[in-house]
């Protein structure tokens, strides 16, 4: 029986892990994209490379809130079936879709609020910056 509930445990924590490292992976292309984009602009001497990144950085944090979303609902399954002596060893989130764990409210989370409005502002920053000004 406890072996059961430890298996199950690691099963939910191998998703979480999974979740994060894809969060965590965004991320960083969300970084490198900005980034490539900013070298093509300055390169070519079009700001028009750094639009791109508009509709980049929309894609990504939807993507980062759905990753995020889900790792919070496993998190919650895993703390539930922690407290449980029964393992049915089910994978099932649904009860836990609701208020923070939410995926509208992880899309405004402080945790991903503060990684994409800044990464907006550096994008607005930079398109005023390479703008020339007569």
Known sequence: MIE????????????ITR????SFMLRGWMVTLVSALFALAAKDAQPRYVMVTWIAIPAFWLLDAFYLSQERQFRGLYDAVRLKDATDYSMDTSPYNSGCNSWSATFFSWTLIG??????LIVFLVKFLLQPHA
């Open 4 to 15: 059961d509930k430890r298996k199950h445990l690691e099963f939910i924590q191998n998703v």
């Open 115 to 120: 990684f994409y409005v800044s990464m907006g």
């Open 19 to 22: 979740m994060s490292t894809n």
